[in-house]
Antibody, heavy 120, light 108 residues
Framework: EVKVLESGGGLVQPGGSLKLSCAAS????????MSWVRQAPGKGLEWIGE????????NYMPSLKDKFIISRDNAKNTLYLQMSKVRSEDTALYYC?????????????WGQGTSVTVSS | ENVLTQSPAIMSASPGEKVTMTCRAS???????LHWYQQKSGASPKLWIY???NLASGVPARFSGSGSGTSYSLTINNVEAEDAATYYC?????????FGGGTKLEIK
């Protein structure tokens, strides 16, 4: 069974940093593009960025490029999101999702999300 | 950035009705890269339709998608209570990927 499970969320002070993880299982993680998507409370979905299977290509939402870093460890079947210089508007539920080449990179499996709250 | 505008923002339907929601892009999108997701309250999004008109695994046949260029739609024939959710379109026409603001479907 395909699963992706986010962790690492919590309360962080403005200007602080946080690293989220996404543990994948049930599929060959090293062959898939992976994305991060977030959803602020009561709002819609916002794509943060994506990483290709061998980490040679990483794409970001331009407005987040200087704050967030996406990486992966294929040996650990884990995707990461390093967040820095966070602000209140970064408060959201953060999802990781698998992108499928044959579906033109539509995201076919999503985790349950990990919640990040930015507050002093 | 290609902005997706979904309409209506909220809609209500009775069981058995046919409903159509639209997704309009600020610039043209390849139909291969226009996808729809369903998100029920308190749950994660699910891939619902990929590449404009292909139903994801397990999606009932009463759902359909169509469109091209800058205008796309999702239609539900004979809507059922379980279809109550927010539906998001997503596109790629060069980075970044963008999502529409969503259409919330309520069932009377």
């Amino acid at each position: 069974e395909v699963k992706v499970l986010e962790s690492g969320g919590g309360l962080v002070q403005p200007g602080g940093s946080l690293k989220l993880s996404c543990a994948a299982s049930g599929f060959d993680f090293s062959r898939y593009w992976m994305s991060w998507v977030r959803q602020a409370p009561g709002k819609g979905l916002e794509w943060i960025g994506e990483i290709n299977p061998d980490s040679s290509t990483i794409n970001y939402m331009p407005s987040l490029k200087d704050k967030f870093i996406i990486s992966r460890d294929n040996a650990k079947n884990t995707l990461y999101l390093q967040m820095s210089k966070v602000r209140s508007e970064d408060t959201a539920l953060y999802y990781c999702a698998r992108g499928v080449l044959r579906y033109y990179y539509a995201m076919d499996y999503w985790g349950q999300g990990t919640s990040v709250t930015v507050s002093s | 950035e290609n902005v997706l505008t979904q309409s209506p923002a909220i809609m209500s339907a009775s069981p058995g009705e046919k409903v159509t929601m639209t997704c309009r892009a600020s610039s043209s999108v390849s139909s291969s890269y226009l996808h729809w997701y369903q998100q029920k309250s308190g749950a994660s999004p699910k891939l619902w339709i990929y590449s404009t008109s292909n139903l994801a695994s397990g999606v009932p046949a009463r759902f359909s998608g169509s469109g091209s260029g800058t205008s796309y739609s999702l239609t539900i024939n004979n809507v059922e209570a379980e279809d109550a959710a927010t539906y998001y379109c997503q596109q790629y026409s060069g980075y970044p990927w963008t999502f529409g603001g969503g259409t919330k479907l309520e069932i009377k």
